[in-house]
């Protein structure tokens, strides 16, 4: 079992940042870590994700050369920077693990956190 818990949220004017954090509880090998969002009245978005062995990275389109993912192995904590912040990353954001290699779907990631709000004001 993996326990998720997010955090690092709140308000933030466009163009602003926030870093989001990410603890993991258990040390049970996890392959990669994402990090989706929801936006209220839409389905859940991919945002990006990082893999343990290498630290690759990979980020949806939307989010590319805004937002960087990072990990603290020491800490089993991954973490969200969001730089240049616009309103519809207005969200809600999760952390997600996976113990396979993971897609850029919901469906491939095993555990999830509880969610943190971020909203971004124009």
């Known amino acids: 079992q993996v326990q998720l818990v997010e955090s690092g949220g709140g308000l933030v004017q466009a163009g602003g940042s926030l870093r989001l954090s990410c603890a993991a509880s258990s040390r049970t090998f996890i392959y990669d870590m994402g990090w989706f969002r929801r936006a209220p009245g839409k389905e859940r978005e991919f945002v990006g994700r990082i893999r343990r062995s290498s630290s690759a990275t990979y980020y949806a389109d939307s989010v590319k050369g805004r937002f960087t993912i990072s990990r603290d192995g020491a800490k089993n904590t991954v973490y969200l920077q969001m730089n240049s912040l616009k309103p519809e990353d207005t969200a809600v954001y999760y952390c997600?693990?996976?113990?396979?290699?993971?897609?850029?779907?919901?469906?491939?990631?095993?555990?999830w956190g509880q969610g943190t709000q971020v909203t971004v004001s124009s």
């Open positions: 997600a693990a996976a113990l396979s290699p993971a897609s850029l779907s919901p469906a491939s990631y095993n555990y």
